[in-house]
Structure formats: structure tokens, C-alpha cells
T-cell receptor, first 110, second 119 residues
Framework: QKEVEQDPGPLSVPEGAIVSLNCTYS??????FMWYRQYSRKGPELLMY????GNKEDGRFTAQVDKSSKYISLFIRDSQPSDSATYLC??????????FGAGTRLTVKP | GAVVSQHPSRVICKSGTSVKIECRSL??????MFWYRQFPKKSLMLMAT?????????EQGVEKDKFLINHASLTLSTLTVTSAHPEDSSFYIC???????????????FGSGTRLTVV
């Protein structure tokens, strides 16, 4: 079993839709949970990070962590074509050893 | 914000030659740098972790003699792919963080990646 599981998609939605991206994990020691956005042929950029369980909101983006279920989500409201990218979840126990999901390729159609 | 500059962005080399990729932190001291490899539609695979002034720690299955990593200063790390072969063709990405890691403003910052094609 992989430490971090993420459905690679692809996922295609119309502009304005609510997007839900998810990851599951097996290592209960993970404490930091991140979402990165990666445009084609670019390095990932950090969107949000959450420490331990709970929700975090930043504009149109909401990150949720459910440690009891080992499940994290990223919601994008009012999705825009500019949101089209690959979204990677990542998690770590401490400051090192960040583990990534496979990434979900999202396309938002105008 | 934190900026990590990675060069070159794209390189094509002949089989058997060596290629050097640079990763620089422009506005913070990168005490730790990470090198990743990414295949198309696949996740980032950590290759090695390097702390400034120390030898890099390689992940299992990564050939340290083939992928030479140098982290001689707090702002520069290099990855040299030695005697490159077509199977080394991939997207290589570095990331850097300062000593505080997640508790700092910079967290993990990624370079823009290098697409290596070995012909």
C-alpha cells in the first residue's frame, strides 16, 4: 500500500463548478498536510497547508483534514479556467520526508 | 516571497555525457535542499536530501554515483547526472527550505524544474 493515495484523474469540470480533490494516507504519524498546484512543466507551488486536523480556508480554496479517517480534501469554489493544473497533496511527519500523492490533473472548461 | 531558481529549464544531451543542474535560493538560506524526479503523469519521487556542508542522503534505489549532489553553500545545490542515458530522461525538480521548515514563511519552495532529454 502506498503511503499517500491520490486519484490521478483526469478531472474535467465546467467553469464555476465546485471541485473536490482528495487523498488518503496510511501513516498515522503525518502531522502536516499540504496542497500544491503544478502547472505544466513547472515546479509545484504551495497552495495551502494545515497542521493536524481541521479546516482551513483561503479565498476560493478550502482544505480539510480528517486524521481519524486518514483523509484530506481540497475544495475549489467557483472554479476558473486558470485553476486548470495538476494538484498534488503532500504530507509529512516533521520538517523532512514530505510524501506526495500522484497528483490529480484538473481541467476547468470555459 | 521565497524564490528558488533552477537552471537550466531544459537540456538535451548526448548519451554518455554529464549534465549539471543548479538550484539556488535567492532570498533565504536553504539549510536543506531536496531533489525530486517526476515522470509524466506520475508523482514526485524524492531522490535525495542534502544539508549544507554535508553529504547528501539518497533514497533507496537511487544511485549516488550516477546522481552527484553537492550542497556547498546555503544558497546553492547542484545535481550532476553522470554518464547520462536515455532512461535518465525526466523532469528534475529541486526544493529548498530554511532551518525552520514549516514554521517559517518559506516552508518548502520548489524550483521551476529541469526537463532533461538524453538522446
Amino acid at each position: 500500500q502506498k503511503e499517500v493515495e491520490q486519484d490521478p484523474g483526469p478531472l474535467s469540470v465546467p467553469e464555476g463548478a465546485i471541485v473536490s480533490l482528495n487523498c488518503t494516507y496510511s501513516n498515522s504519524a503525518f502531522q502536516y498536510f499540504m496542497w500544491y498546484r503544478q502547472y505544466s512543466r513547472k515546479g509545484p507551488e504551495l497552495l495551502m497547508y494545515t497542521y493536524s486536523s481541521g479546516n482551513k480556508e483561503d479565498g476560493r480554496f478550502t482544505a480539510q483534514v480528517d486524521k481519524s479517517s486518514k483523509y484530506i480534501s481540497l475544495f475549489i469554489r467557483d472554479s476558473q479556467p486558470s485553476d486548470s493544473a495538476t494538484y498534488l497533496c503532500a504530507m509529512s511527519v516533521g520538517n523532512n520526508d514530505m510524501r506526495f500523492g500522484a497528483g490529480t490533473r484538473l481541467t476547468v472548461k470555459p | 516571497g521565497a524564490v528558488v531558481s533552477q537552471h537550466p529549464s531544459r537540456v538535451i544531451c548526448k548519451s554518455g555525457t554529464s549534465v549539471k543542474i543548479e538550484c539556488r535560493s535567492l532570498d533565504f538560506q536553504a539549510t536543506t535542499m531536496f531533489w525530486y524526479r517526476q515522470f509524466p503523469k506520475k508523482s514526485l519521487m524524492l531522490m535525495a536530501t542534502s544539508n549544507e556542508g554535508s553529504k547528501a542522503t539518497y533514497e533507496q534505489g537511487v544511485e549516488k554515483d550516477k546522481f552527484l549532489i553537492n550542497h556547498a553553500s546555503l544558497t546553492l545545490s547542484t545535481l550532476t547526472v553522470t554518464s547520462a542515458h536515455p532512461e535518465d530522461s525526466s523532469f528534475y525538480i529541486c526544493s529548498a527550505r530554511d532551518q525552520q521548515g514549516w514554521r517559517s514563511t518559506y516552508g518548502y519552495t520548489f524550483g521551476s524544474g529541469t526537463r532533461l532529454t538524453v538522446v
